[in-house]
């Protein structure tokens, strides 16, 4: 257990370093979700019913944009210099390759997202009830993101402008996650209970993990031959 273990962990934390050593690209994704989400309180105005009833669609869809703007990212430096085609060849199963490249890809996207999400919060009022279900369904959602985009950055690899085409592929998956995540929050704000929605995230989650596994690493075997 301890043997497959170290090889994944390798990959996250190789994931991590490149990531940290490029840090101008994670602090964009976190402030363009800040900036963006900021903006609607200066023009919907200073009406605190209305601020609270658009606040978890506008703070899910902002995130979900932040997080299509580092999905090209995930795999194609990999792939450009070669190294995509050296982890296909080592011992360790594509799928597990995908989701540990995924996992760090959420650790250096969805996770900061998440943490930003209570500043943002604070600027349409949302009550502490409210605030509480937001973070659990981020928790829940962000990562069904990731592995979701992992699907659709692995099938754009080697294609002309696949940032372009990368939102294309993973939007309408996106829908699900977004619905459920906005309804958990309107049902807390509006005391009734969210469970069910949380529930839903995380069958959503379960869903995800072995279909970005196989998915992503058929997508990737057909790339690098």
Known sequence: MS???APIRSVVARDLRLALRQRSDILTIVL???LTASLFPFALGPYPDLLQRVAPGVIWVTALLAVLLSLERLF???YEDGSLELLALSPLPLEAIVLAKTFAH???TG???TAATPLIALLYDMPASGLAVLLAAMILGTPSLSLIGSIGAALALGARRGGVLIPLLVLPLYV??????????DAALSDLAARPHLLLLAALLAVALPTAAFAGAAALRQAVE
């Open 106 to 108: 959420w650790l250096t």
């Open 32 to 34: 363009f979700f800040a």
């Open 3 to 5: 043997g497959g273990g």
């Open 76 to 78: 194609l430096a990999d």
């Open 111 to 113: 996770l900061p997202l």
């Open 176 to 185: 699900p996650i977004l619905i459920f995540g906005v309804a958990a929050v």
